[in-house]
């Protein structure tokens, strides 16, 4: 990595997001309680799918393999956030800026293409039900998450690569609460708008293809609902796509709101409260909204309690 005559050691100082007023400790208060809801939500999620055998379908290995993105990347961004808000110390070496923006840019890049695999295996379920078994059988659902955390971690070594080639000089202080890569770019000292050019052609793959799959496909599911002869089914129905259609919206939106402007554009108070969205939120709210309310995944929770409680 290049580094100005002026920068002396990359070490950067992350300011953070909360102060140590009444309010902000409430607020930093409240974001640990979501954070170990998250992390209870998606390590249930992902120990039930594994163990009961009955969730063994395409859907819930999808789902699982969301749970297990959502656990990795709040837990990339707020144990860091953690550690220096109680200690104090709010430096970040090179080696810990590079794990994080890897990490994150990886998982997010993975759950967008994850959440559009999702919504075509909900698609095929209620517009194609006979032909379920061969469009998502076992091999097509494996290709499918395989190629999500493939195309995320590529995503994720080209930014790095590039994000870290630039010379940094001046203030090392990154107005955010992690490495994000927008707040790094502001420290650059070399112009960075051919990386920003290439930041939107990865953003347009990254978010506008999956947007575009996404919306087709409930378009498609709604438009099959409305003609179902069950008024239940399709209450059922149009309440789940709209809880799922939320929760995409909420990440897909907060994700292009960051990504797809110029640096130039970047406001670090704005930035911040919409990277809690993605970060923090929506990582707490998928297992909940996708996968808790099910009633057999409420089944398997039962009964690994059963078992449990048999076994003492």
């Known amino acids: 990595m290049a580094w100005g005559n002026q920068t002396s050691s990359p070490v950067f100082i992350l300011l953070g997001i909360f102060n140590h007023s009444p309010t902000h400790t409430f607020l930093f208060a409240l974001v640990l309680g979501i954070f ?9 999620m992902v120990l039930l799918i594994h163990l009961d055998a009955q969730l063994h379908t395409p859907m819930y290995f999808l789902l699982s393999q969301l749970s297990l993105m959502d656990l990795m990347l709040i837990s990339t961004t707020i144990p860091k956030m953690t550690f220096n808000y109680l200690s104090g110390r709010n430096s970040i070496s090179l080696g810990g800026c590079g794990t994080q923006i890897f990490f994150y840019v990886s998982l997010m890049g993975a759950e967008c293409f994850l959440l559009a695999a999702m919504a075509y295996d909900h698609y095929v379920a209620i517009c194609h039900p006979l032909r379920y078994p061969v469009l998502m059988s076992q ?3 494996g290709l499918m998450a395989s190629a999500s955390w493939l195309l995320g971690s590529l995503d ?16 090392q202080e990154i107005p955010h609460f992690f ?14 708008l051919t990386f920003e050019r290439m930041m939107l052609i990865c953003c347009i793959i990254m978010l506008l293809f999956p947007v575009g799959i996404i919306i087709a496909s409930y378009a498609r599911v709604i438009l099959a609902v409305i003609h179902m002869g069950s008024g239940e089914g399709r209450r059922k129905t149009f309440a789940t796509c709209s809880s799922h259609l939320m929760v995409v919206g909420m990440y897909y939106g907060a994700a292009m709101f960051i990504y797809m402007r110029p640096t130039s554009d970047w406001s670090p108070t704005q930035d911040k409260m919409v990277s809690a969205f993605y970060t923090i939120l929506t990582p707490m709210l998928n297992p909940l909204i996708y996968s808790l309310r099910n009633r057999e995944v409420s089944r398997a929770f039962m009964k690994v309690l059963g078992k449990g409680k048999s076994g003492e």
């Open 156 to 171: 994720g070594i080209i930014v790095i690569v590039v994000a870290l080639s630039f010379p940094y000089c001046g203030s």
């Open 179 to 192: 490495c994000d890569v927008p707040a790094l770019l502001t420290l650059a000292c070399t112009d960075t």
């Open 36 to 44: 170990t809801v998250a992390v209870m939500g998606n390590s249930t």
């Open 139 to 141: 091999k097509v659902c």
